[in-house]
């Protein structure tokens, strides 16, 4: 391709402001260019939860945001998921210490199915019987949680900490820990589905 034709691509696009969802306070993502509005639907932006926030010690945490409806010149976003980094989660590996997990497939209250990865680790080995019970203590408290908060807060429990500290706090009259937090999460609810239920919300 000439770089006339790559010229002229790029000046027939436009840019769009891409915004996060209200329970992240519409905070400014970014910029994306694009030929026509419809075709940012579907697309996702990567940030740190730090951009978000403004607190340093969030830069360990990617969000992703999915593009959903766009209005003007301005594309609004639904949570699709998040990660720790994988720098961090290295960072908490120790030798002699018991690393648990659990992965829990999960529907919140008003219909929204997610998928989490939990992880847990101790301060020195463990039973195998005792990583049962950390993993249940797991999974009962997401069912808990997906039984009485909507999609809104269950992602900012999820996100900010408050789901992993219920866990810890439980968990952690069964065996000592260091840190419980939720890894990675991952919306499994389709964008169709998503832009039916942004709409009739």
């Known amino acids: 391709m000439s770089s006339k034709k790559i010229r002229d691509k790029w000046r027939s696009k436009q840019w769009y402001t891409v915004f ?4 992240f306070g519409n905070v400014e993502l970014g910029t994306m260019p694009s030929e026509e509005a419809e075709k940012l639907i579907g697309r996702v932006i990567e940030v740190t939860l730090y951009d978000i926030t403004g ?18 010149k301005t594309a609004y976003t639904m949570f699709k998921g998040h990660e720790y980094s994988r720098d961090y989660l290295r960072s908490l590996v120790r030798r002699r210490t018991t690393k648990i997990e659990g992965i829990f497939n999960t529907t919140v209250k008003d219909g929204y199915r997610f998928r989490l990865s939990v992880v847990a680790f101790t301060l020195s080995r463990i039973k195998t019987s005792q990583e049962k019970i950390v993993r249940k203590i797991m999974e009962k ?12 807060q269950f992602v900012q429990e999820m996100v900010l900490g408050k789901i992993a500290s219920d866990i810890y706090n439980e968990a952690k009259k069964i065996v000592p820990l260091r840190h419980v937090g939720v890894r990675k999460s991952k ?3 389709e964008l169709a589905k998503l832009q039916v239920q942004q709409v009739t919300s």
Not at 20 to 23: E, F, G, L, N, V
Not at 141 to 152: G, P, Q, R, V
Request: charged share 20%.
């Open 55 to 72: 607190d340093f010690t969030h830069q360990y945490m990617k969000l992703l945001f999915q593009i959903v409806r766009v209005e003007g």
């Open 20 to 23: 996060a969802p209200p329970y």
């Open 141 to 152: 408290i997401i069912a808990e949680k997906s039984a009485t908060l909507t999609m809104d």
């Open 187 to 189: 919306l499994l609810t």
